[in-house]
């Protein structure tokens, strides 16, 4: 089902730290996991996706690992700036291309 | 890369008035578009699933008759808000998935805010 919070966790790191957010998923047929980051007042942006088969990918920055086993996604960030703070939600794509969105994690990224 | 547009970005209306939120594909085809929406510090939740020539899908418990969605080309596709109310003010944001591209590519847009006095 759809994952709906009343109000978002929040992680604060200092800049140049290793960021890392969590997220649990719902239903093990999904096939691929996304990874979104939204700033204030706009649209979320794409940062990385993984498909099922997989465990881990790697971007620019960013990695995504997944653990079907326990129906987790963690989204790292190296070298966390203080232009990554933001909201990330995690998202699993089911039939149809429909995304459900993951509860969001407020990012802080301290100077 | 793909852009989403959507206008207004930003709308004030008055209570039983309604209004119309547009999404654009700019640059590819989008059969499918999707509206999401989004209550102050919480997620997105998906409304509806809108394929060009073709009635929307919705999700459940979100009434059809008050969210009017046309999708009726391959590159726009329109959300109408019908008798606004106050709880109707949220952000509203649509997605739209590259008819020729990878299935997890959705690309979103700026967003509406939506405000019902």
């Known amino acids: 089902g759809e994952s709906v919070g009343l109000h978002l966790p929040t992680l604060s790191v200092q800049e140049g730290d290793n960021s890392i957010i969590n997220c649990a998923y719902s239903?093990?047929?999904?096939?691929?996991f996304i990874w979104y980051k939204q700033e204030s007042g706009k649209g979320p942006q794409f940062i990385i996706d993984i498909r099922s088969n997989m465990d881990k990918r790697q971007g620019q920055r960013v990695t995504v690992l997944l653990n079907k086993t326990v129906k987790h996604l963690s989204l790292q960030i190296a070298a966390t700036q203080p232009g990554d703070s933001a909201v990330y939600f995690c998202a699993e794509m089911a039939q149809g291309g429909k995304l459900i969105f993951g509860q969001g994690t407020e990012l802080s990224v301290k100077p | 890369g793909a852009v989403v547009s959507q206008h207004p970005s930003w709308v004030i209306c008055k209570s039983g008035t309604s209004v119309k939120i547009e999404c654009r594909s700019l640059?590819?085809?989008?059969?499918?578009m999707f509206w999401y929406r989004q209550f102050p510090k919480q997620s997105l939740m998906l409304m509806a699933t809108?394929?060009?020539?073709?009635?929307?899908?919705?999700e459940q418990g979100v009434e059809k008759d008050k969210f009017l969605i046309n999708h009726a080309s391959l590159t726009l596709s329109t959300l109408t808000v019908t008798s606004a109310h106050p709880e109707d003010s949220s952000f509203y944001i649509c997605?739209?998935?590259?008819?020729?591209?990878?299935?997890?590519?959705?690309?979103f847009g700026p967003g509406t805010r939506l405000t019902v006095t």
């Open positions: 640059d590819f085809q989008a059969t499918t």
């Open positions: 809108s394929n060009e020539g073709s009635k929307a899908t919705y």
């Open positions: 997605s739209a998935r590259d008819t020729w591209g990878r299935v997890s590519e959705q690309y």
């Open positions: 239903n093990s047929a999904s096939d691929y």
